[in-house]
């Protein structure tokens, strides 16, 4: 039995590990690569193997780092399952379609520069035929991937769907469990259910996003929102806040919907500008088997992502309206890191201004727009043009999908506390410099930690 880290090792993006077992090859994600464009652009047209050597995937969660190379898979010639939870298989209906679209104009604005054709990584097509591709399956319900290994999902408390992934596998009489934490959410964030950590192992892929670092608590992060609204709102500014379309939208406008009820924040329009959000906040409306059903508004509001002066803006001219709209507002555009969609114009827009806040709620991965906001750079480059930074910046970790150093090494914990024997843990989905201070914390606690470099092959 044996593992190849092909993606999101010593790196944030690109999840992809290779199972091997009995002589078949399973995928556990198939992520896109992100960052700097010149690097990622090779590495996501680069299979880790030929087509015909993967029997099956198994995918964590819809997030585009997870499954946004599903369709190259299939563009290459895959036509066997993928397997995923309902609920991720709805959301990446809407994500994948949306990523295609994304491929397509990148190609054509490329194709444009260097007055040549340029391929996309794969179209609409592709995306369509991957959607045929998914099977969902339950929680907690075991499955036979291929011969020789059974996974079951259980919930990884991250976005909506998310699952870590139990893999019983089979080979010459010895069964040995591995677990894949896919990405770890957190406890106590709104709508979707906390994370169940599997107890007992023998091997361990696991992410470390935040291995280095502790997040606000979730009740200090929404009193921390209520606070910048209502400051920023006081100003006549604007609170933009960039997000990820699923996830963090959602759980953004169930808590301003929850501090309005309270009377927390003032009653100012809140626009959520983009269509992707709009589509993903209907998946979410379609699986409330997902959620968490001992929360309060869960229980209560039929209407959980729908409040007064709620809009969702659709098209472009909307989008655009909202740059001359006046007074007090929140934005909520795409993307996570700031690197495209539609919140490029509302910062272009509204970063030189004083009153304003641009609210960050999510990570900011290095060389990205985001994290030049995050630093407060005094002159942001948007569009080709030097935008001066004088809105003030506001970080709230509380949002975050991801589980913290804390959460991190409980969760492994739990693990460990129900097999005595667990081999190794090797840590993926994290910076080089965060992956290494988490693997000295855990290597002092005792177990035995290693960071793959990309391609690394390891027996379990
Ligand atoms: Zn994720
Ligand atoms: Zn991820």
């Keep these: 039995m044996e593992i190849t880290f092909a993606g999101a090792a010593r790196e944030v993006t690109g999840s992809c590990h290779l199972l091997h077992v009995n002589g078949h090859t399973v995928a556990l994600d198939c992520g896109m690569f992100q960052g700097k464009r010149s690097e990622s652009e090779a590495k996501n047209r680069t299979l880790p193997v030929t087509i ?84 969902g399956v339950p929680y907690n319900k075991p499955f036979d991937v291929v011969p020789g290994v059974q996974a079951t999902y259980v919930d990884a408390g991250h976005i909506l769907g998310s699952a870590s992934v139990i893999l019983d596998c089979t ?53 921390h929102l209520a606070e910048v609204i209502r400051n920023t709102a006081a100003r006549g500014g604007r609170v933009l806040i960039p997000a990820f379309a699923v996830g963090r939208t959602q759980e953004l406008l169930y808590s301003l919907n929850s501090l309005l009820r309270e009377g927390a924040i003032p009653s100012i329009p809140v626009y959520v500008d983009s269509p992707l959000a709009i589509d993903t906040t209907t998946v979410f409306e379609m699986h409330p088997e997902a959620f968490d059903q001992s929360e309060d508004m869960v229980k209560k509001v039929k209407e959980l992502f729908d ?18 709209a006046k007074g007090p507002m929140i934005v909520i555009a795409a993307s996570g890191m700031m690197e495209a969609g539609r919140i490029l114009h509302h910062l272009a827009n509204g970063a030189s201004d004083p009153r304003n ?12 727009l985001g994290r030049r906001i995050v630093e407060k750079q005094p002159v942001l480059k948007i569009f080709g043009d030097e935008i001066p930074l004088r809105a003030s910046v506001e970080v709230i970790n509380g949002y975050s999908a991801h589980a913290d ?44 930690v290693e960071c793959p470099e990309p391609h690394t092959r390891v027996a379990f």
């Design 171 to 223: 080979e010459n009489g010895v069964t040995k469990r591995l677990v894949f934490s896919g990405d770890i959410g957190r406890s106590g964030l709104a709508i979707i259910r906390d994370p169940v950590c599997p107890a007992g192992a023998d091997a361990v892929i696991m992410e470390s996003t935040y291995g280095n670092r502790d997040h606000e608590s979730v009740d200090g992060a929404r009193a």
């Design 357 to 368: 806040t641009i609210l960050v709620v999510g990570f900011q991965a290095e060389h990205t």
């Design 405 to 448: 150093r804390g959460e991190l090494t409980a969760w492994i914990n739990t693990v460990k506390s129900g097999s005595p024997k667990l081999g190794p843990v090797w840590l993926v989905h994290g910076e080089p410099d965060v992956q290494d201070e988490f693997k000295t914390s855990l290597s002092a606690k005792g177990y035995s």
């Design 307 to 324: 409040f007064p002066l709620l809009h969702f803006t659709r098209d472009v001219e909307e989008s655009k309206a909202i740059n001359v």
């Design 52 to 135: 015909s050597e993967i029997d099956s995937v198994v995918l964590s969660h819809a997030h585009i780092d997870h499954s946004g190379r599903l369709p190259f898979l299939v563009a290459q010639g895959y036509t066997k399952t993928i397997w995923s939870t309902a609920a991720t298989r709805d959301l990446c209906a809407v994500m994948l379609m949306d990523s295609a679209h994304i491929q397509e104009k990148d190609a054509e604005f490329l194709a444009k520069r260097e007055k040549d054709f340029v391929e996309p990584l794969y179209g609409m097509r592709h995306a369509v035929r991957t959607m045929e591709l998914m099977v």
